[in-house]
């Protein structure tokens, strides 16, 4: 459950091996290494992953708000919202290896993403007609009505999504049956004129991500951040955070040297969702007696694609480390390839650590659904081997910060 975001600070030496002196290289050569690391990195992997979700954020509205317009709706409707909401939920999930920033800043991670999804309130708010009527008319400016905890994904995927299926026409002609809305009377209408609402709320933050980051922003979704809907663009320095990191070491610029910003790459990103995924997206519910835990409590628990979340969110931190968005290798300027060729001495163990922890995501996504069976001994060697990487990027981040 997303309520807290825990983010490590690297340890003074974790181990012996993590107090290695670096190779003998320059200062300035340093800086110009880590410097061009993050020159590839910042445009290759965040403008690109903010961008793509942008895109997808904005399909998704434009294919629910159709729905909404013609009051009934085909499985072929049903299905294209279904394959949308999944094409943005990857590149969300691929986005949380760089959560620090805008999405925290500005409280977009939680907006967005908070689960469980409190269906006895939205049963209640689905089911009364004033609110109803709001949402119809003003759309996302009326989603405060529902409350925090029926926005974002995890709301437009109740409505789409039940036991891993798409939903059905028949189901979303008729009146919704889920438990919590029993004697409610909540009609699929009144379900697809919430989810138009919640989906337009969810593209507003996915183009406030890409413009605060992004200053090459499509222009329209800029104005329409900025003057539109006064959402914030910029650090109080003026610069989006994209500018603010390539800008380090520069008057104005909230990073004071390379070897820092690298560190809080490696710290306030890459570990902070490792430590998240193991211990608890996976862990609340892997060690919590099968008779005991709540479903809900699981995130995509309606869609069943917990691991292919936590496999996105792990494929973030690659990406992160190689340099570019769907990266296999780190690219020649890149985090990886700086620790590796400048005689980091666990760099080897590290990209093993990774590929292992990617592996066990896939393992585990063999045997069936996380909610199907979260305390499967599949699910206990994710932990262990994502908490692996993230020792590994502590100490990575550790030996960079004492060039």
Known sequence: MKTIRIILVAAACLAAASC????????????????????????????KIYGNLADASEQLYTKIAAMKEAGTYTQAQIDGVCTNFLEARKWWEQSEAFLYGAAKTYGIDPHIDSWP??????AKSLSNAETIADLAQDGAGAVDEV??????????????????????????????????????????????IFAAAVAEDLRNYCFELQAAWDPACPEARRTMVEDELELNTTMV??????????????????YRGWPEAVSGILVAGCSNICNEVANTK??????????????????????????EDFKDNILSIQYSLYGAQGAAAP???????????????????????????????????????????????????CIDRINELDALLNEAADWISKL
């Open 20 to 47: 290695e002196k670096p190779s003998d290289v320059s200062e300035n050569a340093h800086d110009a290494q880590l410097k061009a690391a993050v020159e590839q990195y910042v445009p290759g992997v965040i403008y």
């Open 117 to 122: 999804l409190d269906k006895d309130k939205l």
């Open 147 to 192: 409350g925090a905890a029926s926005l974002g994904f995890h709301g437009i995927e109740f409505i789409f999504f039940r036991e891993g299926k798409n939903r059905t026409a028949a189901a979303l002609n008729a009146e919704e049956d889920d438990e919590a809305f029993s004697g409610r009377h909540v009609t699929g209408k009144s379900e697809i």
């Open 237 to 254: 320095n003026g610069l989006t955070y994209g500018e603010n990191l390539l800008k380090t070491g520069q008057a104005g610029s909230t």
């Open 282 to 307: 996976i862990g609340t519910a892997h060690y919590v007696s099968s008779s005991d835990y709540d479903p809900d409590y699981i995130e995509s628990p309606y869609s069943k694609k917990s691991y």
């Open 331 to 381: 690219l020649g300027n890149s985090i990886a390839s700086f620790l590796k060729n400048n005689g980091w001495g666990k760099a080897d163990a590290m990209q093993s650590a990774l590929v292992a922890a990617i592996k066990s995501l896939d393992d585990a996504m063999a045997k069936g659904a996380f909610v199907d069976n979260p305390s499967s001994a599949e699910a206990g060697v």
